[in-house]
């Protein structure tokens, strides 16, 4: 049912985020997610969801949407980004949860990468389109804390794996809706 396949997708943006935060379970330190803050980007039922899962870590939600009304988020005690830059800004972690549009395809590129935090994380659970991944690739060789994790296998995945070892991981096959 579509509410399964929807809780399946935040718990699953939820699992990247830990996965990617411990150095996907290799030997060393990680770091805690509790105290984070995850930006999510479209604030629609996965994003609910992601915010929902992401508060029982202990993280802070921001999230922003133009579709959604400010008061409705603040309600559920949302921090409201006033722009997508402003959420880029102030995340640890983002979460995608945008359609594959025309204004949305390789929307996702250097210029909102750059804005990140030190030791940012990107989570990819929506659509593959959405990334200009020249442009993730550019930014991830001369930002060496940044990490990228996504469920939709980039069509660079292979260089990526090559370049970026520790710091991408990608999944075979979409797995944000696999559920019984």
Do not use: W
Not at 43 to 58: C, D, K, P
Request: charged letters at 20%; proline letters at 4%; hydrophobic letters at 40%.
């Amino acid at each position: 049912t579509p509410g399964q396949n929807s809780n399946a997708v935040a718990e699953l943006a939820i699992a990247m985020m830990i996965f990617m935060s411990r150095n996907q379970f290799t030997p060393g330190t990680g770091m805690e997610v509790k105290g984070k803050k995850v930006g999510i980007q479209a604030y629609g039922n996965v994003g609910r969801l992601v915010a929902e899962h992401a508060r029982g870590f202990g993280m802070n939600i921001m999230a922003f949407d133009p579709f959604v009304p400010a008061e409705a988020m603040e309600k559920e005690g949302v921090i409201v980004a006033k722009t997508l830059e402003d959420l880029y800004e102030n995340s640890h972690f983002v979460s995608l949860h945008i359609p594959a549009t025309e204004q949305t395809k390789n929307s996702i590129g250097y210029n909102l990468l750059s804005r990140m935090p030190k030791g940012g994380c990107l989570v990819n659970t929506a659509r593959k389109e959405v990334i200009n991944e020249e442009e993730l690739i550019q930014f991830m060789q001369i930002r060496k804390d940044f990490k990228y994790v996504t469920d939709i296998m980039p069509a660079a995945d292979q260089k990526m794996q090559e370049l970026f070892e520790g710091r991408y991981f990608a999944t075979p096959k979409k797995m944000g809706a696999q559920t019984a």
